[in-house]
């Protein structure tokens, strides 16, 4: 018996919900000596920018226990470069892609979907709202609703109808339901959360900081109870908003307590860095697990983890009565 | 390629450790200047980042082995100079761009710092098979950081092997630097390859400049993945088109032409670089 794996990101069907996460699959062809693309149920590309960006300077990574910081900043080759190179490779060859987009003022978000709207191959748009805003002395996006939602709205107005504008949230906010709320209500048709809480580590034999750019991302292992607990929230405020959980996935079984905190796709990030494979693997071990439980579609699941105590495991009869 | 590989062997070299595993498909298709990337610290391991290394040695054995040479400087090469024969242990590889060799029977001098000198042994075995002259200079602070003296002696039957130390303990007081420049003259040398750390290449580089030859570095920057996607190991390199652009050692390297290579700005972004902040207008239209 094989589980139906479809997901939905709101009209739009991915056959399985492991997505690559943005900035961890370069422009797709690095995976792509490995295993077939099309076996992901999307690929979420890199922060695509209006300019090219050379990035932070180096060192960029440093190794903290179950994860890693990060501070790329973005580095890419611009909108031009990725029409022109990247996005019709992945056109071409059918690949399902969800574009991440970065921007420092909401013209610019503006902007980019407008490059985007006419683009062939475009699944979806990911809007990273954990950008600085220029206009913000420099404070993210991300962290308060109302800069979120004004991206959103502006992201929203040029993209075309069919394709679906995702909302890229933070964790570093007090209160990432009400930040979720107010994307939602700007017409963002999906969420993507978690993006890389920051963090920061100090190289004791050098006594300075460990990245270049002093504080950087966190991800890997260390987050994924950050992101099962904004998934959570968010998914009881919203219950009816899609989410692609995203944060520390490095097993089947953290995908599968995202889906049961509420998300219906999981974006895999840092355990490619480590495996090169690990997106088949944690789709496969998924599966794996959702059959063990009993279900037959992964829809089935979604969420699950909310129901009331007490409440029977309805599934589990399901599987019974066959 | 994934392999999981069997330690076949491990040892100990003076003040690092090489570890031989049997990985065939990864033996059969590798070129010298290739790296292979490593998983520490087993299966449910709380380290993320796969660790990067040169291959000393590809042996036909059991289908194909190739050795490793490290310094068990953090957790995870200590994890690793822990493993025993029979351990398996996860491999990504070969990776990156090797190093091109000449057409012609030409003079080359291998410069090698530290255990950078392990990656210099199969480009000597592949240029001498070319008619070759391979000369060697190895070097590094103390006698027993000096990786390879003795292959290198071995191997060149014909030519010479200077060493280094800062310390003085061996061979030449000072850095292989200092030694280079009195190598590619009196061998007459037509090109030069390098592997260390970056203020050797850029020295090496501008010996090489100075005495108007080729120069290919092999450079050891710190890696997450190894396989393009992480771009953490990005350094200034000048492309074709002259333009400055941060590239990942991992994808577009680890092998570079040295005068390629803005080692006096690796660290940093030049303002000169491609996407560099400031650096041209944004067009937010």
């Known amino acids: ?9 709101g009209h739009v069907e991915l056959a399985n919900p492991i997505t690559t996460a943005a900035g961890c699959a370069a422009s797709g062809r ?29 060192p960029r990574m440093a190794e903290t226990p179950a994860g890693l ?9 611009g909108v031009d470069a990725f029409l022109e190179r990247e996005l019709p490779w992945l056109a071409q060859r059918g690949i399902k892609t969800i574009v991440s987009i970065g921007g420092g003022t909401v013209a610019e978000y503006a902007a980019l979907a407008r490059r985007l709207a006419d683009a062939p191959g475009v699944t979806a748009v990911e809007v990273n709202l954990s950008c600085p805003n220029i206009e913000d002395r420099g404070r993210v996006f991300a962290r308060e609703g109302g800069a979120a939602a004004e991206v959103i709205a502006s992201v929203r ?47 004791t034999v050098t006594l300075k900081p460990a990245l270049a750019a002093v504080t950087g991302g966190l991800s890997g292992p260390a987050i994924l109870p950050l992101a099962v607990r904004c998934v959570w929230q968010v998914h009881s405020a919203l219950p009816g908003t899609p989410i692609i959980g995203v944060g520390g996935v490095m097993t089947g079984a953290d995908a599968f307590q995202l889906i049961l905190a509420g998300a219906c796709a999981v974006g895999v990030g840092t355990a490619l860095f480590h495996d090169p494979y690990a997106c088949l693997r ?9 059959r063990a439980r009993g279900f037959q579609r992964l829809a089935d699941a979604v969420g699950l983890a909310h129901r009331p105590p007490g409440s029977a495991a309805r599934h589990l009869h399901e599987e019974s009565s066959l | 390629m994934q392999v999981t590989g069997t330690v076949l062997t491990t040892r100990r070299v003076d003040a690092y450790h090489a570890l031989t595993v049997v990985a065939p498909g990864i033996a059969e298709r590798f070129r010298p200047g290739h790296f292979v990337s490593v998983s520490v610290g087993g299966a449910n391991t ?19 082995t190739v050795e490793l040479v490290f310094s068990a400087g953090g957790p995870g090469t200590a994890w690793l100079a822990e493993r025993r024969a029979r351990d398996t242990i996860d491999l990504v590889g070969p990776l990156g761009r090797p190093f091109p060799l000449p057409r012609d029977p030409v003079h080359c001098v291998l410069v090698g710092s530290e255990y950078g000198s392990a990656v210099l042994f199969p480009l000597a075995d592949a240029l001498a098979e070319r008619g070759c002259r391979v000369d060697f200079v190895l070097g590094a602070a103390s006698a027993d950081r000096v990786f390879g003296a003795m292959r290198a002696r071995r191997m060149a039957e014909r030519a010479t092997v200077t060493l280094t130390t800062e310390d003085g303990s061996l061979g030449v007081r000072g850095t292989v630097s200092d030694a280079l420049p009195a190598v590619v003259a009196g061998t007459r040398a037509d090109v030069v390859y ?6 050797t290449l850029r020295a090496v580089t501008a010996v090489a400049i100075e005495a108007d030859i080729p120069v290919q570095v092999a450079v050891e920057e710190s890696m997450a993945c190894g396989i393009g996607i992480c771009m953490t190991c990005v350094l200034p390199v000048i492309g074709d088109d002259g333009v400055t652009r941060m590239t990942r050692a991992c994808a577009e390297g680890p092998v570079f032409r040295g005068e390629r290579v803005r080692f006096e700005d690796v660290g940093t972004i030049p303002f000169d670089a491609l996407g560099a902040p400031g650096g041209g207008a944004r067009h937010v239209s």
């Open chain 1, 69 to 77: 910081l990060n501070a790329v900043g973005l580095q890419g080759p």
């Open chain 2, 194 to 199: 390098a592997c260390g750390p970056m203020r």
């Open chain 1, 157 to 203: 107005s040029v993209m075309r109808y069919d394709v679906p504008v995702i909302a890229k949230l933070a964790p570093d906010v007090a209160d990432i339901a009400a930040v979720a709320r107010a994307c939602v209500d700007a017409g963002a048709d999906a969420l993507s959360m978690i993006n890389n809480p920051l963090g920061m580590s100090i190289d």
């Open chain 1, 282 to 290: 944690i789709e496969r071990e998924l599966e794996d697990l959702l």
């Open chain 1, 30 to 58: 690095e995976l792509a000596q490995f295993f077939d693309l099309h076996r992901l149920g999307a690929l979420v590309t890199r922060s695509i920018t209006m300019a090219p960006r050379a990035g932070r300077p180096t």
């Open chain 1, 1 to 9: 018996m094989s589980v139906d794996m479809r997901t939905f990101l």
């Open chain 2, 46 to 64: 709380a380290m993320v980042t796969r660790r990067a290394f040169y291959v000393h040695d590809v042996k036909p054995e059991y289908g194909g």
